[in-house]
């Protein structure tokens, strides 16, 4: 459904007077989502995890100069076609509830995105069927936004991006800061949609939300897709990881060993000449650091790693 | 040993009570977790904790006395969202410089980017601002910390390293901790006694 070829986002901006810098959060990524498939997007802040989802709607800032190509349903996607996709077939699903509008009602705001996703003339029952099936009381289409509680406002995000035909839905950080019990609803609502034939992509950090619901995980670093690998391939000691930084952050889990990587993600501003992970990597040799290892299919998983094993 | 005995409290008299008769006490070198839903007052009891709020009812005590009302407070707190607590108009060194100046031991344990000094929070990421402020609590004068969901918006790798340079500072120095978290497997992992907030506010 969607597919994201050695995609490379680089920022220009001025430092300081005319001199110029160049930013490069994200370098030579790939993911593939098929319809019916939850794929989670997991990695550490500035791994370049929201940026791919505005880069697959098309809403990167003027100063972005994009690399490489976005396929959407066998076709590139173009920023004309993005244009005409985003909020009908491709919808966000947004971080926080502060990106409802404040001064609009509930109802009104769900309407609203039933009809520019091209529900005309049934735009008001399908606002209905939606409450109903997220279990939104009537009522709450007269409330405004500071009325709803986190659960309810989470629901009307959810609400807006599938009221329309959306196909492949992106989730940008649905879950922290909630009760667990909301997590647990908006991942079930995610694997909802994927079950009913869409594409999901969940992006977080939070890898045991991502183990829920997910059926594949790709690991970001830097930017770039380190390893992609099936959900089940994430237990025990992480014997079914190949990449040297997933295997570390399986480890650093609580419930796991605990022990951290030391170190930290390279800057955008000057990256490593070779595999980006080399300089906290301990299998790290001269031939990583030459040149930057492509994606390898080794039995479920994609990794870009030269030493890794099946 | 900091103890609150009791504590009641409530934002305004025509508000519920969030804190109604809640004891607890921690002793050098413990490291209590508290558990328990968003919401139930996890971090209001952590603030009469640390002395940024009066208790309406009960006490808080360090060593038999309540707290020092000037001066350097023993009890510090670690916030949930670093970049609330650090004030936006400072540079990252003036705000970490505050109080103490922290040892370079702990700067690299901490892997503090000298260049971010110059730099104000708003250029920083959140786990990097987290970093900061937990150096700024680890002044040699403080004696009890809370950790208010430190790590919840970090990642798991960023999450293990602040809490073993956090954890070894704890054990060297004998330092009290609070830790609050609805992380269960964090908790276990790094508490030497948890507490249940559901079952602790039905005993009391």
């Given at each position: ?74 076709q590139l996607l173009t920023p004309e076609r993005q244009a005409a996709m985003r909020g009908r077939r491709i919808a966000l699903i947004p971080q926080s509830v502060s990106f409802l509008d404040p001064l609009m009602r509930v109802g009104a705001q769900v309407l609203r995105a039933a009809q520019l996703s091209g529900k005309n003339r049934h735009s008001a029952a399908a606002q ?183 | ?174 330092l009290g901790m609070l830790v609050i978290s609805h992380d269960r497997p964090l908790l276990e992992r790094v508490c030497t006694r948890i507490v249940d907030w559901a079952m602790e506010a039905q005993t009391t």
């Amino acid at each position: 459904m969607l597919e994201v070829r050695s995609l490379s986002i680089h920022f220009h901006r001025y430092a300081r007077g005319l001199r110029r810098t160049v930013l490069t959060p994200v370098v030579d990524l790939d993911l593939k989502v098929s319809a019916g498939e939850v794929v989670a997007v997991v990695g550490s802040s500035g791994s370049g995890k929201s940026l791919l989802a505005h880069a697959v709607l098309g809403i990167l800032p003027s100063n972005a100069h994009i690399e490489g190509e976005i396929w959407y349903k066998g076709q590139l996607l173009t920023p004309e076609r993005q244009a005409a996709m985003r909020g009908r077939r491709i919808a966000l699903i947004p971080q926080s509830v502060s990106f409802l509008d404040p001064l609009m009602r509930v109802g009104a705001q769900v309407l609203r995105a039933a009809q520019l996703s091209g529900k005309n003339r049934h735009s008001a029952a399908a606002q209905r069927a939606i409450f109903q099936r997220y279990q939104l009381p009537l009522e709450v289409e007269r409330w405004y936004p500071f009325q709803l509680s986190g659960g309810m406002a989470r629901r009307t995000l959810v609400s807006m991006a599938v009221v329309g035909e959306a196909e492949l839905i992106l989730a940008d950080e649905p879950t922290p800061g909630l009760h667990p019990e909301v997590v647990q609803e908006t991942l079930n609502h995610l694997r909802q949609l994927a079950d009913e034939q869409r594409g999901v992509v969940l992006i977080t950090h939070d890898i045991q939300a991502a183990l829920q619901v997910a059926d594949q995980i790709a690991v970001f670093y830097a930017g770039t897709t380190v390893e992609i690998a099936p959900v089940t391939a994430f237990s025990g000691k992480g014997e079914g990881l190949l990449h040297p930084y997933t295997q570390a952050l399986w480890r650093s889990l609580p419930q796991n060993e605990f022990i951290p990587l030391p170190g930290m993600q390279p800057s955008p501003q000057d990256l490593p000449q070779g595999c980006l992970f080399a300089p906290r990597c301990p299998l790290a040799t001269a031939e990583c650091t030459a040149e930057r290892p492509t994606m390898r299919a080794i039995a479920q998983n994609q990794v870009r790693c030269i030493h890794a094993q099946g | 040993m900091l103890k609150a005995e009791r504590v009641s409290f409530r934002y305004s008299p025509n508000r519920p009570w969030i804190l109604q008769g809640f004891s607890l006490s921690i002793t050098p070198g413990e490291r209590v977790g508290l558990y328990g839903p968003s919401g139930c007052g996890k971090t209001t009891f952590g603030r009469v904790l640390a002395g940024y709020l009066q208790p309406i009812g009960g006490k808080v005590e360090l060593d038999g006395k309540p707290l020092p009302p000037k001066g350097y407070c023993p009890v510090q707190m670690i916030f949930q969202h670093p970049e609330l607590a650090i004030n936006p108009r400072w540079t990252i060194g003036k705000a970490l410089y505050e109080a103490y100046q922290p040892p370079p031991s702990l700067l690299e344990a901490l892997s503090l980017d000298l260049h971010w000094f110059e730099r104000f929070p708003h250029e920083l990421s959140n786990g990097e601002l987290q970093r900061i402020a937990v150096a700024r609590v680890l002044d040699p004068r403080t004696r009890y910390l809370i950790a208010d969901e430190m790590t919840t918006m970090l990642d798991a790798n960023t999450q293990a390293q602040l809490w073993q340079v956090l954890l070894d500072v704890a054990a060297q120095r004998q330092l009290g901790m609070l830790v609050i978290s609805h992380d269960r497997p964090l908790l276990e992992r790094v508490c030497t006694r948890i507490v249940d907030w559901a079952m602790e506010a039905q005993t009391t």
